[in-house]
């Protein structure tokens, strides 16, 4: 299978997002609505839920089901209010111990100007920034396509898992193909040269866990949190925090 081939299936028709990753893992999901700006995205789903016998926050960027549902949700494409909304319970999360579990799909952050406008770019960069010294335990799970600083704005966390077929990217393999050789049909070398598979990503240390997708993959994924989970609540906050900062210096020393 070449790399494109995982782009496909990452955004194939019928494929489980972000709300049945909830259904299946958690239990008591309520979920939470607004950034107390502008309004509540509802490409962003945000609330609090059980993980077995803990409480944590749950997170995820949802592309919908239905076409009535995918243009309701912006097909997955966050506005800033969306990731301001899930900062401010990420810090609500912070202030109750609770940990952090986070959904990754989306082809990228919403490109139009009324988003430009309310501060897109503030908005993931704040986000980036924040994640980076919350003293809680976050978990990041690329479920589907990880598009750019619109995945990046979910994905700063002590650990970044990614299902076998998902795909994460600094852009489309088509915007790619479009930019550095202006010919769309370049799209599967583009996907090979962007190293954008679960592969690729593990073996340049992004990732650090590749989650099979099978029958099994909602049990799977309960128990490999849990078990993080646990783990990391046991950590002195400052531990918790240094180790994240850590993970993030690694990456792309060639030294090592």
Known sequence: MNAYDHVLIARSKGRNTCIDFIKEIFTDFTEMHGDRRFKDDMAVICGLAYLSDIPCTVIGLEKGKDNNDKQKRNFGSAHPEGYRKALRQMKLAEKFNRPVIMFVDTPGAFCGIEAEQRGQGQAIAENLYEMSAIKTPMLSVLIGE??????????????????????????????????????????????????????????????????????????????????????????DKDELVLKRYTRYRRMGNLND
């Open 146 to 235: 990880g598009g750019s600083g619109g995945a990046l704005a979910l994905a700063v966390a002590d650990e970044v898992w990614m299902l076998e077929n998902a795909v994460y990217s600094v852009i489309s393999p088509e915007g790619c193909a479009s930019i550095l050789w202006k010919d769309s049909s370049k799209v599967k070398q583009a996907s090979e040269n962007l190293k954008l598979t679960a592969d690729d990503l593990k073996s340049l240390g992004v990732v650090e866990r590749i989650i099979k997708e099978d029958e099994t993959i909602f049990k799977n994924l309960h128990d490999d949190m849990y078990e993080l989970i646990r783990k990391n609540l046991k950590l």
